[in-house]
């Protein structure tokens, strides 16, 4: 079936505007992780999302980064007043219940450039 | 904090070599780790293990895990030039977040 997908691809912002990236998990993955991958560095963990549960949101760099997920489906992460530091790979994933034994599968990505 | 430290940071190799990834960790909660090979952007599944001395296989990747020295290692043989990619290794602590290791990347020359 269709895997996760997001959007847009590619997203050049001015400083200080903000930004709403999206993430379309796999039908039926009652997870959906949102990680940052800077150039040359590993993953890092943003927001997590279990079903209707309160999400984690102790990744979230500052209190310019938001994310939201409507009907337990598609999530959207907001960046407001977006600074250069931002510019980096946005990556979602989701997986089947939120298990550490789950496997994650990744969305292509959305890069950020913040000039 | 938890770490994850994957070593070497990069490696050369000449088509048919046989290459060595490690990772390293220290968590407060370990429950698996992860190996994901990563081209462009988004990474791809490889293999999940839990349990120390069982050797997880697929095609010319092997990767085991040593639960009492808090080390895996990713061996892939008969290198590929389309095995060129960042190796990525993760652990998680808990039921849902996983630290990243920076990762390693692998070029394989024709």
């Known amino acids: 079936g269709a895997g996760v997908s997001q959007s847009p691809s590619n997203k050049v912002t001015e400083k200080g505007k903000d930004v709403e990236l999206r993430c379309d998990p796999i039908?039926?993955?009652?997870?959906l992780y949102w990680y940052r991958q800077s150039l040359g560095q590993g993953l890092e963990f943003l927001i997590y999302?279990?079903?209707?549960?309160?999400?984690?949101k102790s990744g979230l760099p500052s209190d310019r980064f938001s994310a939201e997920r409507t009907g337990g489906s598609v999530s959207t992460l907001t960046i407001q007043r977006t600074q250069q530091e931002d510019s980096a790979v946005y990556l979602c994933?989701?997986?089947?219940?939120?298990?550490?034994?789950?496997?994650?599968?990744f969305g292509p990505g959305t890069r950020l450039t913040v000039l | 904090e938890d770490k994850v430290v994957q070593s070497p940071l990069s490696l050369v190799v000449h088509e048919g070599d046989t290459v060595t990834l490690n990772c390293s960790y220290e968590?407060?909660?370990?429950?698996?780790l992860l190996w994901y090979k990563q081209e462009k952007k988004a990474p791809t599944f490889l293999f999940m293990l839990?349990?120390?001395?069982i050797e997880k296989k697929s095609g010319r990747l092997s990767s085991i895990l040593d639960k009492k020295e808090l080390f895996s290692i990713l061996n892939i043989t008969a290198t590929q030039t389309g095995d060129s990619a960042v190796y990525l290794c993760?652990?998680?602590?808990?039921?849902?977040?996983?630290?990243f290791g920076a990762g390693t990347t692998v070029t394989v020359r024709a």
């Open positions: 994933a989701s997986s089947l219940a939120g298990l550490a034994t789950d496997t994650q599968y």
């Open positions: 039908s039926g993955h009652t997870a």
């Open positions: 999302f279990q079903g209707n549960s309160a999400p984690d």
């Open positions: 968590v407060t909660n370990f429950r698996s």
């Open positions: 839990t349990s120390s001395g």
């Open positions: 993760a652990v998680g602590p808990n039921d849902y977040k996983l630290s």
